[in-house]
């Protein structure tokens, strides 16, 4: 055990700026504006100090949610339902040109300015509550525009 508890020790230091071990912090969560009965995407930042997967999300706030993966293809992507999504040490983006959590069957009409709760759950981070900033669709599209 001793010997364990070195290495560590060794590798955390060796990692010098990275977040923690184990942590892992969600920003700049958006969804768009969609009327009532349709389906949304949420986008994100997810910084972890280690490998982990988001493997569901929570939202009272419609009928359904999912993971979604974007899959190439020509001309274009398609959308996929996917059991996790793999969140590596660094920084994830979940974004309109990738991975995504689906919202299906919006209760109420996401408007500009309101905020909608979710709860994303790891593999191995404990859940983690987020309020969701609803914005308007052209600022959906200048987060595509600035993909690389
Ligand atoms: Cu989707």
Same mark, same amino acid.
């Given at each position: ?5 070195? *290495? +560590?020790?060794? #590798? ?22 969609? %009327?009532?009965?349709? /389906? ?11 490998? /982990? ?6 939202? %009272? ?5 999912? *993971?979604?993966?974007?899959? =190439? ?10 059991? @996790?999504? !793999?969140?590596?040490?660094? &920084? !994830? @983006? #979940?974004? %309109? ?13 996401? +408007? ?10 790891? /593999?191995?981070?404990? =859940?983690?509550? &987020? ?14 525009? @600035?993909?690389?």
């Amino acid at each position: 055990m001793a010997t364990t508890a070195v *290495l +560590v020790v060794a #590798l955390t230091a060796a990692c010098g700026g990275a977040p923690p071990a184990g942590s892992v912090t969600i920003t700049g969560p958006v969804v768009g504006e969609v %009327p009532r009965g349709a /389906d949304a995407a949420v986008y994100f930042e997810v910084e972890s100090g280690g490998s /982990d997967a988001i493997v569901g999300a929570v939202a %009272p706030g419609a009928a359904g949610v999912s *993971l979604h993966e974007l899959r =190439p293809v020509d001309g274009g992507g398609i959308m996929l339902p996917s059991d @996790r999504i !793999t969140v590596d040490r660094g &920084i !994830t @983006r #979940l974004s %309109p040109m990738g991975s995504h959590i689906m919202l299906s069957d919006v209760r109420e009409p996401l +408007v500009a300015g309101d905020r909608i709760a979710l709860t994303i759950e790891f /593999d191995r981070h404990t =859940p983690i509550e &987020i309020d969701v900033t609803v914005v308007p669709l052209h600022e959906l599209a200048e987060l595509i525009e @600035r993909e690389p």
